[in-house]
C-alpha cells in the first residue's frame, strides 16, 4: 500500500483529481490514455485496453 507522500506524488504527476479517475501507463510510465468517469460499452475501460492490445499487437 502506498504512503501518502507516495500518493501525493502520482496525484500531480497524473492529476487525479477525481474518482473514478483511470490511468494506462506504458513500461516507462508514459501516460497512453486518462479517463474520468464511468463508461459502459464501447468506451468503457476494458473495452478500451483490448483495443490498445489489439492495435499494439498489430504495430502500431
Known sequence: MADQ???S????AYD???IPVW???D???KLVRRHTGYDEGKDA???QIVELL???RKGH
Request: glycine letters at 4%; proline letters at 0%; charged letters at 25%.
Open 9 to 12: 506524488v502520482l496525484d500531480r
Open 23 to 25: 490511468v494506462l501507463l
Open 16 to 18: 487525479l483529481s477525481a
Open 27 to 29: 513500461i516507462d510510465g
Open 5 to 7: 507522500s507516495s500518493m
Open 45 to 47: 475501460v476494458d473495452e
Open 54 to 56: 489489439f492495435l499494439n
